[in-house]
């Protein structure tokens, strides 16, 4: 079965760095392209980055570009995103995503405050 399990969110201040992970099983994961979604409150939820399945192409939210990087490891079945520059906008349930899913897991919390 299908899992994807995010990790690595928590409290931040402004200007700080955190890398989510998401382990995932179930499927070959190196042949699928993966994605990070996130959800602020009383917000649909939004693709924050993506990558192709050897990392060759990869794509950003605007709002993240030149902040975010979104890296995987197909040896350990894992797909990183790097967020630095925080700013509390970014404040969101983070989400791991492959297309052919349809169920979300529980996420991981991203709080940017002060």
């Known amino acids: 079965q299908v899992q994807l399990v995010e990790s690595g969110g928590g409290l931040v201040q402004p200007g700080g760095s955190l890398r989510l992970s998401c382990a995932a099983s179930g499927f070959t994961f190196s042949g699928y392209t993966m994605s990070w979604y996130r959800q602020a409150p009383g917000k649909e939820r939004e693709l924050v980055a993506s990558?192709?399945?050897?990392?060759?192409?990869?794509n950003y939210a605007d709002s993240v570009k030149g902040r975010f990087t979104i890296s995987r490891d197909n040896a350990k079945n894992t797909v990183y995103l790097q967020m630095n520059s925080l700013k509390p906008e970014d404040t969101a349930v983070y989400y791991c995503?492959?297309?052919?899913?349809?169920?979300w897991g529980q996420g991981t919390q991203v709080t940017v405050s002060s």
């Open positions: 995503k492959v297309d052919f899913y349809g169920r």
């Open positions: 990558i192709s399945r050897f990392g060759g192409s990869r």
